[in-house]
């Protein structure tokens, strides 16, 4: 699942911490939620484009997705989307790379006080697959397809991609901009991602001025 994917990609494999801060990452996964629920076609946009509605209710097997799907009690546009699915969104994604022994939840306190997680990867063959084929796009050795150019162009959104790889920051933003903007998937999941770009854009904008 694209969101699996996307938490992997935020864990550093060395620490098991989180490289980005929580609005972050909380608005990219819900992006990352929408694109899988419009690409199993049980959401899709209006005709004008402007709000997202369900339009198949039949039950997801994903846990996730199917919460998700619950909350879309009206049609809404993206942002308000965006903002209804994080709500405990990092928590059940990462239940379920702990179910499937891909990560750990270890408790832990900051400077001796306060209570934090860390999440030291337990199949780094999985981890490594996917920041490997994900890296690979954004340092520019090949090309982006559905999975991978959904994974970049949500990371951008958030102003994330340089704190999740490493390399020249300037160079990986044009990157992973251009990506965004590529024509990496079919007409009707590019028009999604697009309006949830603009969706986890808006959201994060909203987190960080305490709309």
Do not use: C
């Not at 009206?74 to 965006?82: G, Y």
């Not at 400077?111 to 084929?133: L, M, Q, T, W």
């Not at 090309?143 to 991978?148: I, M, Q, V």
């Not at 994974?151 to 920051?169: P, R, S």
């Amino acid at each position: 699942m694209l969101q699996e994917d996307l938490a992997l990609l935020f864990i550093d494999s060395r620490t098991g911490r989180v490289n980005s801060s929580w609005a972050s990452v909380e608005n990219a996964l819900a992006g990352a939620v929408l694109i899988e629920l419009v690409d199993t076609g049980r959401v899709a946009f209006e005709p004008n484009g402007k709000k997202l509605g369900v339009v198949d209710p039949t039950p997801l097997r994903d846990p996730v997705l199917q919460e998700a799907l619950g909350r879309f009690d009206k049609p809404m546009k993206a942002h308000r989307a965006v903002e209804r699915i994080r709500k405990r969104l990092w928590n059940n994604v990462v239940a379920q790379l702990e179910g499937r022994e891909v990560v750990r939840v270890v408790p832990r306190k900051v400077f001796g006080i306060f209570p934090a997680k860390s999440y030291p990867i337990v199949d780094e063959a999985a981890a490594g697959e996917v920041r490997k084929a994900t890296g690979e796009v954004v340092h520019g050795y090949r090309g982006a397809d559905a999975r991978t150019g959904s994974l970049i162009t949500l990371l951008h959104a958030v102003n994330a991609v340089h704190e999740v790889f490493e390399g020249d920051k300037r160079e990986m933003k044009k990157r992973a901009k251009e990506i965004a903007r590529g024509n990496w998937a079919g007409d009707a999941v590019r028009r999604a991602v697009e309006a949830i770009q603009a969706g986890v854009t808006s959201a994060a904008a909203a987190a960080a001025s305490g709309e």
